[in-house]
């Protein structure tokens, strides 16, 4: 920026304070306060609203919630804690966290590289933050026991964790049953069963679910027939690819898939493959992803409530955060099958 400009804008280069735009309008500090977080209804003149907006517009002033609420002893700052944030599962549960707060509370994502969960040092980091409360989104033990913080706590995607804090869980095991029940039904023997390397609880208990059905139904999956890759379509075609010639030759007939994204992988191999879908080889997932209802063929997957899910975990934070008791600390969506093409023909 030469000379003349800076001349132009000379407040540019230092940080506008409520008393630069309350001096400028004419006013209080205290006006400056109402007007910029909306707070006039009848305590300020319509003139005097107007013209401390002018005065925002004209410097730039730009309101410190976060410094005004740690002065306070806590922000209106909200983490969610979540791993693997390349699932686009998680967009959804974004979305209902993010409508749950609406527009009291600012959303912090502490996410991880793909296929790594967060470190509880490092989301004890961002407490120095004092954020008015926490989401975990499919935690494990090790890392609810290493975090040990304060304040209001909800987990979510979190079986078997409900004594460590408020819950909204999904329940997996049920839709994972009836796709085991699905699939002897349409006469597989042998299935092959594609995870996620992220290691929490969630994936433990589909797959986990998953297999014990399928064993009463008949069903085997052999040890060399289960494999994880994160949660990349390129990875889990790749995977897919080395074992397949290995799994045809021992007879498998249907892939089950953590996700839907790893099934998206093992669709794409397939067809690469020159494998006829359903006939020569079923493909199904979890999760219910949008682009599985389009996909070539469209897929057949559980159903987990991604938007319900984060709705309802915010909402349960808020009412903790806000000082009132929650008549249901754990919660339980409900799961079901989806059945299309990549199980069952046209």
């Not at 410190?64 to 549960?93: E, M, R, T």
């Not at 502490?110 to 004890?124: I, L």
């Not at 996700?259 to 006939?279: F, K, N, S």
């Amino acid at each position: 920026m030469d000379s003349a400009e800076q001349q132009q804008h000379p407040l540019r280069s230092r940080r506008i304070t409520a008393a630069m735009v309350a001096a400028r309008a004419g006013v209080s500090t205290a006006t400056v306060s109402l007007v910029a977080n909306g707070k006039t209804a009848g305590r300020v003149s319509g003139e005097n609203i107007r013209r401390v907006r002018e005065a925002i517009s004209e410097l730039g002033y730009v309101v410190d919630s976060v410094g005004s609420s740690l002065a306070k002893g806590v922000s209106s700052i909200v983490i969610l804690v979540a791993p693997d944030i390349s699932n686009p599962f998680f967009a959804k549960v974004i979305a209902g966290v993010r409508e749950s707060l609406g527009t009291d509370y600012q959303l912090l994502l502490s996410v991880t590289e793909a296929g790594e969960f967060p470190h509880a040092d490092d989301v004890r980091k961002l407490m120095a933050l004092r954020p008015a409360g926490l989401l975990v989104d499919a935690p494990n033990a090790g890392f609810l026991d290493d975090l040990a913080v304060g304040g209001p706590l909800v987990l979510l995607d979190a079986p078997g964790m409900e004594s460590y804090a408020p819950s909204v869980n999904l329940d997996v095991a049920h839709g994972a049953r009836e796709l085991a029940a699905h699939l002897a039904t349409a006469g597989h023997r042998k299935v092959a069963y594609v995870d996620s390397v992220t290691g929490t609880a969630t994936f433990a208990l589909r797959r986990e679910a998953f297999l014990a059905e399928a064993e009463n139904r008949g069903i085997t999956a052999d040890p060399s027939h289960i494999i994880s890759t994160t949660i990349d379509v390129g990875a889990a075609a790749a995977a897919f690819a080395a074992a397949w010639p290995q799994w045809q030759r021992e007879g498998v007939t249907a892939v089950v898939c953590g996700t839907d994204t790893h099934a998206y992988g093992v669709l794409q191999e397939a067809r690469v493959a020159g494998l006829r879908i359903p006939d020569q080889l079923a493909i199904a997932g979890f999760d219910d992803l949008p682009y599985s209802a389009t996909s070539n063929p469209s897929l057949t997957s559980v159903h987990l409530p991604a938007t319900p899910l984060g709705l309802k975990a915010g909402e349960q934070l808020r009412r903790l955060m806000e000082g009132h008791e929650l008549k249901q600390p754990q919660l339980t969506l409900e799961s079901s099958l989806v059945v299309r093409n990549s199980t069952s023909p046209a």
